[in-house]
C-alpha cells in the first residue's frame, strides 16, 4: 500500500484513533479518545473497571462503531470497515476470554488462523507448494513466541498460560501491523504470568502493541508508554516513570499507597 502522509506531512502512525466518542443510552463511554501508535509502539491502556479500555478496543477493532471520530490504519481511515476487514487489513485482536480450539492441536488451531487469512479455510484439497507455505507460516508463528515444541499437543489439556501463548500465535498467524492484546494474564496464575511477559516481550519488533491488562508488573515491565482512562476519557499518558510519578493517577486509579509507586 502506498504510503499516506499525515495533514503535518510526517509518516503517518501505523495506528491513529482521533476524537473517539462512543455512548450505549444515556451513559457516554468513550469521551473524545484520540490514541497514536507508531511502528514498534509498546503501549499499555490502563484504567479502573468500567473505565472505557474494552469499548475503546471494541472502537479500535470495529466491533463498536463511534459516534464521532476516525481510525486510521497507516494513514488509511477504517473507521467505516467492519472487524473482519480491519482484521484482514492488519488491525489483529486477542480476547480476554479464550477463543482457541480446545479439541485441535496447537499446530492445527493456528493452521486455521493461516488458512482463514489465504482464503483457503474451506478448500478440500491445497496444492504442495500451498501447503508449504502454509506449514512455514504456522512454524513462524509458534516459532516466534518459542512453542513450536508444543505443535502436536492438544491445545485444551496445556495449562492456562498456555492455551494464551497459542491465542497470541493465532493473533501473529494473521500478520498483524497492529495487535491489540486484551487482558493476555486474566486468570492466569501467577507461576504462569512469567511465560506470557517472556512471549509478549518477544514480539517483532515492528510491531504496534496495545496491552490492556490488570496486572501492573507486566503493564509496567512491557510498556514504553502508558496511557490511562478514567471515565471514558484519557485521564493522563507518558512513560512508566512518568505515570508511576504522576501523584494524580496515584490518588485516582491506584490508591494513595499504589502500586505504580513501587515501579
Ligand atoms: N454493550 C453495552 N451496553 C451498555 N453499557 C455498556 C456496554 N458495554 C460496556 N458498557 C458500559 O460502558 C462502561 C465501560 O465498560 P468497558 O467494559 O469498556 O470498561 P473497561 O475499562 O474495559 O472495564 P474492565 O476493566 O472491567 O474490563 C461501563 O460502565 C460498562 O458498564
Not at 491513529?16 to 462512543?22: S, V
Not at 512454524?139 to 513466541?145: C, N, Q, R, T
Not at 486474566?186 to 515492528?206: F, K, M, N, T, W
Request: hydrophobic share 45%.
Amino acid at each position: 500500500m502506498a504510503s499516506i502522509e499525515s495533514t503535518n506531512g510526517s509518516t503517518p502512525h501505523r495506528l491513529e484513533a482521533t476524537g473517539l466518542c462512543k455512548a450505549f443510552g444515556g451513559l457516554q463511554v468513550t469521551r473524545d479518545v484520540s490514541l497514536a501508535l507508531p511502528a514498534g509502539a509498546r503501549t499499555a491502556l490502563i484504567g479502573p473497571n468500567g473505565a472505557g479500555k474494552t469499548t475503546l478496543v471494541n472502537l479500535l477493532g470495529g466491533v463498536l462503531r463511534a459516534s464521532a471520530g476516525n481510525v486510521r490504519l497507516d494513514g488509511e481511515d477504517v473507521s467505516e470497515w467492519n472487524p473482519a476487514q480491519r482484521a484482514r487489513s492488519g488491525i489483529v485482536r486477542t480476547f480476554q476470554i479464550n477463543r482457541v480450539f480446545k479439541e485441535l492441536s496447537v499446530h492445527d488451531n493456528v493452521r486455521c488462523a493461516v488458512l482463514h487469512r489465504h482464503g483457503l479455510a474451506r478448500r478440500v484439497w491445497l496444492s504442495r507448494s500451498q501447503r508449504a507455505q502454509v506449514d512455514a507460516e504456522v512454524d513462524e508463528a509458534l516459532g516466534s513466541l518459542r512453542i513450536q515444541g508444543q505443535a502436536r499437543r492438544i491445545t485444551g489439556q496445556m495449562a492456562l498460560g498456555e492455551q494464551r501463548l497459542v491465542e497470541i500465535a493465532l493473533a501473529l498467524a494473521m500478520k498483524p501491523r497492529v495487535l491489540l492484546l486484551d487482558e493476555p494474564a486474566a486468570g492466569v496464575p501467577e507461576s504462569e504470568s512469567g511465560r506470557i511477559l517472556e512471549a509478549v516481550e518477544r514480539l517483532p519488533g515492528d510491531l504496534a502493541v496495545l496491552l490492556i491488562e490488570h496486572d501492573m508488573d507486566l503493564v509496567f515491565r512491557f510498556a514504553r508508554d502508558i496511557v490511562v482512562m478514567v471515565q471514558g476519557a484519557v485521564f493522563a499518558r507518558g512513560t512508566p516513570a512518568e505515570i508511576a510519578a504522576n501523584e494524580a493517577v496515584r490518588e485516582i486509579y491506584f490508591g494513595r499507597s499504589g502500586h505504580a509507586g513501587g515501579h
